[in-house]
C-alpha cells in the first residue's frame, strides 16, 4: 500500500479513508469500526469502495461496525450506501449512542489491528492515520464502550403502519 495519508482538508479526510478502507481490506481485518455522528462526509456511497468492501464481506466472519448519533441523513447523502446494506445486514451492525454521548462522538476509522484514522479538527479538516498497534488498540476500548451503551439503529426496513 502506498504511503499514509495526511489529512489537511475535507478531501484530504475522504482520502484518508478511501486509503483506510482499501490498507484494512486487503490485510484481510476481520473488523472495521466506523464512528461519525452523521457520516455526512464519507466516502460511502463511492462505487469502487463498495466494491471492495463486497469482496470483503464475502470472506467469513467479517464484520462492519457503524456507530453514529444519527443516521437520519444516510438514505439521502449515501443512498447507494443504504441500498447496498440490504444484502449484507448479517455483516454490518449499526448501532446509536444514547443522548447523553451523543455530543462527544469522535470521528474515527479503526480496524482490528493497527489501523486508525481520526478526525481531530471538524472545522479545519485536520485529522491523523495511525498505524499503531496502541493507538487502535486505545480506539477501540473507547468504542466498545461507547458500542455496551449504544442501541441498534438503522433499520434495513422501517417498521410502521
Known sequence: ???VPKIESRAGFAA???WAFGHAIERQARCITCVDPTFAEWPLDDAALLSRLTGWLRLPKRRLVLLAASFDEMPRRHARFTAWRVDW????EASSPPD?????LPAVFVDDADLS???????H???????DRHSAELWRERVDALLQR???AFPVNALGL
Open 1 to 3: 500500500m502506498n504511503e
Open 16 to 18: 484518508a479513508l478511501r
Open 89 to 92: 445486514t448479517h455483516a454490518i
Open 100 to 104: 447523553e454521548l451523543k455530543p462527544e
Open 117 to 123: 484514522v481520526e478526525l481531530v479538527d471538524a472545522v
Open 125 to 131: 479538516w485536520r485529522g491523523r492515520v495511525e498505524l
Open 150 to 152: 449504544s442501541e441498534p
